[in-house]
């Protein structure tokens, strides 16, 4: 039972002091990162966007309260939620409904307090270890950015799989969080393959708590080569996770760049995948501001940046075109291309 929940974890990731003194750090810089560095919107105690987030989730406009339960003193106030911690053997992911303190609506921040706090069950552990200090969080996008000290996560193996997991989930229990970044010491947290983790979703789960294995598919995957003149194809064998898309998967791991040395990512750096959905053949891809704003320039730049998505995705049965908006809405123009328009797959670009 270990070993198939050890090639579970393994599949999900390759696609994913006290309690007190790890708060008491962060109660005491209200904003900023804990380095004296100025806030940039993804770090420092800002946990902006949570309520404008919850109007969108209720898709009616209307803004609903969590649900507190009861005052308790000055601004904070009884909130129930969704804890997840795992157990003592790392088998699975147990969900514990707490009513936990939440101070000036700082329900992100108090989860990881409780996180830290730990289960209070002999059969579960805490997930974040002692020593560990909460240098930063914020939301962006729908995604809670959350910088963590270097004591996170404590250990390798199963216990940093699930450490992270228990994150993950309880966090994206809470209205307006799709997803979850983590950071140690400011910088993206890396995975067991060398990259960046990224925006990571919750973990699909079994009755028993158990992260339920994804899809492996072999798809083709296309980088620029050294001049930025052609398109390579690379292909490999990925994960599509329980509960996401093959379109996202691709997108994603396409993100992550090339493995073979003389091939380049021609995606922007920093760009963020924000959405993406196939309707009547043309699969629609929302990227952050950064897809545009951070282009090199240049005609080869732009048309390597707009076929690497295009030719990947077209890869892909039922797509025939990619239509490209920019944090939901249509842009005309990339840097020199008309960009407001599906776009259909191009050969020529292909090196032969």
């Given at each position: 039972m270990k070993k198939q929940f050890l090639v579970a974890m393994i599949i999900i990731l390759c696609t994913s002091l006290t309690a007190c003194s790890l708060f008491n750090k962060a109660a005491e810089t209200v904003v900023g990162n804990g380095s004296g560095q100025p806030d940039d919107g993804e770090t420092g105690f800002v946990e902006t966007g949570t309520d404008a987030a919850a109007d969108e989730k209720n898709g009616d406009g209307s803004s609903e309260e969590p649900d507190y339960t009861q005052e308790a003193d000055g601004d904070t106030k009884m909130v129930k939620v969704t804890l997840y911690f795992p157990t003592i053997d790392n088998s699975a992911l147990k969900k514990v409904e707490k009513e936990i303190p939440v101070a000036d609506k700082a329900i992100l921040k108090a989860c990881l307090t409780a996180l830290a706090e730990g289960p209070g069950e002999p059969a579960l552990r805490k997930p974040i270890p002692e020593g560990t200090e909460l240098l930063g969080i914020s939301i962006k996008d729908r995604t809670a950015i959350v910088d963590l000290s270097g004591e996170f996560p404590g250990s390798s193996g199963l216990d940093e799989v699930t450490s992270r997991l228990s994150i993950v989930n309880t966090l994206t229990e809470i209205d307006g969080v799709d997803k979850v970044r983590l950071r140690i010491e400011g910088k993206d947290m890396i995975g067991p393959g060398g990259k960046p983790l990224g925006d990571m979703r919750p973990a699909l789960l079994d009755e028993e708590g158990r992260p339920v294995p994804g899809e492996i598919k072999t798809v083709v995957l296309y980088f620029s080569d050294s001049q930025a003149m052609y398109l390579v194809g690379e292909t490999r064998d990925i994960e599509i996770p329980a509960g996401v898309s093959t379109?996202?998967?691709?997108?994603?791991?396409?993100?992550?760049?090339?493995?073979?040395?003389?091939?380049?990512?021609?995606?922007?750096?920093?760009?963020?995948?924000?959405?993406?959905?196939?309707?009547?053949?043309?699969?629609?891809?929302?990227?952050?501001?950064?897809?545009?704003?951070?282009?090199?320039?240049?005609?080869?730049?732009?048309?390597?940046?707009?076929?690497?998505?295009?030719?990947?995705?077209?890869?892909?049965?039922?797509?025939?075109?990619?239509?490209?908006?920019?944090?939901?809405?249509?842009?005309?123009?990339?840097?020199?291309?008309?960009?407001?328009?599906?776009?259909?797959?191009?050969?020529d670009i292909i090196a032969k």
């Open positions: 379109e996202e998967a691709v997108v994603t791991e396409l993100m992550a760049g090339p493995r073979t040395d003389d091939l380049w990512g021609a995606i922007p750096d920093d760009t963020r995948l924000l959405s993406v959905a196939t309707k009547n053949g043309v699969c629609t891809v929302d990227f952050s501001r950064e897809y545009i704003e951070n282009s090199p320039g240049g005609t080869t730049a732009e048309r390597m940046a707009i076929y690497s998505v295009v030719n990947t995705l077209t890869e892909l049965e039922g797509i025939q075109k990619v239509q490209f908006l920019i944090e939901g809405k249509k842009e005309k123009i990339y840097t020199h291309a008309i960009f407001d328009e599906p776009f259909a797959r191009n050969e």
